[in-house]
């Protein structure tokens, strides 16, 4: 099955700078990418996805890259704020079930006033 | 709140009881799914359901799990004969399938119910 691993899993940053995560999959026929944020005690809740017909996806300061040849792809968020620290987790679809979701380990991120 | 549902929150039980926790989904959401999270993890995922048929199960879900969706809206998921290793935070999600095969769509989460076993 996929394998999904997720690199760091804590990452403090200063308010204002940026933050990346890093995400491997096995899997190379999947397909779907989404970015699930969990603030503590809270439901996981999809702030970005990317599927494999394209490279790059942006919204406001979140962005997300995908690599299919390396089979990585990345989170970045620009202009953190506080509100931004909570648990981040990726995924991936694999390419022969579109329905069911396996997820990285996730990444506690901290943004520092 | 129109979003997915969870019942109860929180339950602890003895080891060796039986536990059964309720999803109600988003409305018109077709799709119904069971994750299990555990404690500095991301959700595994447990079952999957399209309307009331279950169409895969992770090997994961051993015999003393099993999940039911009898009308197509709400599912149960149940544990029997708990143990320890069952505690978690069980998640359910929803999400309605729209176009062909390939078309993904966003699975909205539910609070979760916690399970400690004693």
């Known amino acids: 099955g996929e394998n999904v691993e997720q690199h760091p899993s804590t990452l403090s940053v200063q308010e204002g700078d940026s933050a990346v995560i890093k995400c491997t999959y096995s899997?190379?026929?999947?397909?779907?990418f989404p970015w699930y944020k969990q603030e503590l005690g809270k439901r996981p809740q999809l702030i970005i996805d990317i599927r494999s017909n394209v490279g790059e996806k942006k919204d406001q300061r979140i962005a997300v890259t995908l690599n299919k040849t390396a089979k990585h792809f990345s989170l970045h968020i620009t202009e953190t704020q506080p509100e931004d620290s909570a648990v981040y987790f990726c995924a991936a679809s694999p390419g022969s079930n579109d329905y069911k979701l396996s997820f990285g380990a996730g990444t506690t991120v901290t943004v520092r006033a | 709140d129109t979003g997915v549902s969870q019942d109860p929150r929180h339950k602890i039980t003895k080891r060796g009881q039986n536990v059964t926790f309720r999803c109600d989904p988003i409305?018109?959401?077709?799709?119904l799914y069971w994750y299990r999270q555990t404690l500095g993890q991301g959700p595994e995922f447990l079952t999957y359901?399209?309307?009331?048929?279950?169409?895969?199960k992770s090997r994961l879900l051993s015999d003393r799990f099993s999940a039911e969706r009898p009308k197509g809206s709400f599912s149960t998921l149940e544990i029997q004969r708990t143990e320890q290793g069952d505690s978690a935070m069980y998640l359910c999600a929803s999400s309605l399938r729209t176009g062909g095969p390939r078309s993904y769509n966003e699975q909205f989460f539910g609070p979760g119910t916690r399970l400690t076993v004693l």
């Open positions: 899997d190379s026929a999947s397909n779907y």
């Open positions: 359901f399209q309307n009331e048929a279950q169409l895969e």
């Open positions: 409305s018109e959401h077709n799709r």
